[in-house]
């Protein structure tokens, strides 16, 4: 077992994304399903605040967003890498573009009405107007998440078309003979609508991109234990974090400064804490959960803002 908890739930594409990364690794690791909206008693205390999905927890540490949790996972699993050194700049551009850009333009293909009538969180009033209201709740000051179903359509069929022709002509993955984090980042956005009976439609004409997505789905989620948040909360608690060892501070800032930290496109929840790196790749701060005490939460740093 690999100590990694996976605080995440079935319908969530960057879950997917993170699941699928981990059956490639073929790793043995323990997931909780959480609740699709708040309140998320059992997440919370980890993060600080933070509270787009999924987490990952090992023991005290907790890494928010899948561009840290991929890159952590690589490198505890560094056999067939995903982030060849040779394309490193641009594999995390293209990455950081399909998780923001064609994730947006696909939220937007997802929920369109021909969706809409099918989807089963849409059947039930209640169940629909909380999650309304909670993703409301959720996108407050931001609109980086709103897009037309008319504008982002024809985004999306050219975006597939692009994916197919360059598929059909080199490959077998997007960067070459072995996947890398941009296969995974066009998976999970791919999965999103493909796993949508009523909308694989879309694919029909593009047979290179579905022989593709079917390679990724072959590498399955890896082998999973199911755990109670409460379980999770229990590891936590009985663990410590580890101790960053060279922290690099960019900027202005320096080791042991209270500041707030949170994501710079939506789900603008900060997390409060003791700044213990700032530096090129990553983000770290310390709290003391009353519940769990001792935690320290990492994140990527591009897609984050630090303020003193
Ligand atoms: N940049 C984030 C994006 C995560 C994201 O937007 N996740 C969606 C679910 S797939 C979310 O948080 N939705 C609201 C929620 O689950 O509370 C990442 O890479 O982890």
């Not at 919370?44 to 005290?60: D, E, H």
């Not at 309304?132 to 179903?149: P, V």
């Not at 993955?173 to 009976?197: A, Q």
């Not at 997390?271 to 310390?286: C, Q, R, T």
Request: proline share 6%; aromatic share 12%.
């Amino acid at each position: 077992m690999s100590g990694i908890v996976l605080h995440q739930y079935a319908e969530s594409p960057f879950s997917e994304k993170v699941r699928s990364l981990l059956g490639y690794k073929g790793v043995s690791y323990q997931a909780v399903e959480i609740p699709m909206i708040m309140p998320r008693p059992d997440t919370i205390p980890l993060t600080g605040g933070y509270r787009k999905t999924p987490v990952m927890q090992i023991g005290a540490d907790v890494y928010c967003d899948t561009a840290i949790i991929c890159r952590v996972i690589d490198d505890i699993y560094p056999d067939h890498t995903i982030y060849p050194e040779e394309h490193l700049a641009m594999i995390n551009t293209v990455a950081h573009w399909t998780d923001t850009f064609l994730f947006k333009v696909c939220v937007s293909i997802a929920f369109q009405p021909r969706a809409a009538a099918t989807n089963p969180l849409f059947q039930d009033e209640n169940a629909m107007s909380a999650f309304m209201a909670d993703r409301a709740e959720f996108s407050k000051g931001s609109s980086e998440l709103g897009m037309s179903f008319e504008t982002a359509e024809p985004h999306f069929i050219a975006h597939l078309n692009q994916l197919d022709q360059q598929l059909s002509a080199g490959g077998p993955f997007l960067f070459g003979d072995k996947p890398c984090i941009v296969d995974f980042s066009t998976y999970h956005n791919v999965w999103f609508i493909y796993s949508r009976e009523v909308l694989r439609d879309y694919f029909e004409p593009f047979e290179h991109l579905v022989a593709w997505y079917e390679k990724m789905v072959a590498f399955g989620h890896g082998s999973v234990e199911m755990i109670s948040g409460g379980d999770a909360l229990a590891q936590a608690s009985a663990a410590e974090p580890e101790e960053i060892v060279d922290a690099a501070f960019l900027g202005d800032f320096q080791a042991g400064q209270s500041v707030s930290v949170m994501p710079i496109d939506y789900g603008f929840q900060p997390v409060n804490g003791e700044l213990l790196a700032a530096g090129m790749d990553e983000i770290a701060v310390a709290r003391n959960d009353d519940q769990v005490g001792r935690i320290v939460v990492h994140f990527p740093r591009t897609g984050f803002q630090v303020v003193a």
